[in-house]
């Protein structure tokens, strides 16, 4: 979290980050908290469905980028290369939605 680079407006996570410190370190930074709580909680906060199930499909579409073994292995030397091949895999999703769609 204290990574440099652009601020989170929302924080997406699943039930294993769900601890004071993190909800506290995120919500001073301004960053939204979407974290469903653990169970065994005392006070349950509700968490907003519709922005949880985008949290889904970026783990869908990560899961579809591992089917490339290359990716899942990381056979690339140069973050560079690994980059390109990344988005080579992406290529290869998206014109999946075109074809045979008429």
């Known amino acids: 979290m204290e990574a440099e680079g652009p601020e989170a407006k929302v924080v997406l996570a699943d ?3 769900d601890s004071d410190h993190i909800r506290e ?3 001073e930074n301004g960053a939204a ?3 469903p709580m653990r169970r065994n909680r005392k ?3 509700p968490v907003d469905g ?3 199930a985008l949290r889904n499909r970026i ?3 990560f899961n579809k980028l591992k089917n490339a073994r290359r990716l899942a292995t990381r056979y690339d030397k140069t973050a ?3 980059l390109a091949f990344v988005h080579i895999a992406a290529i290869r999703l998206w014109t999946r939605a075109f074809v045979n769609r008429t």
């Open 50 to 52: 519709h922005i949880y």
């Open 33 to 35: 908290v979407v974290i």
């Open 25 to 27: 370190t995120l919500e």
């Open 59 to 61: 783990e869908r579409c």
């Open 15 to 17: 039930r294993g980050y």
């Open 43 to 45: 006070l349950q906060i």
């Open 80 to 82: 560079a290369s690994y």
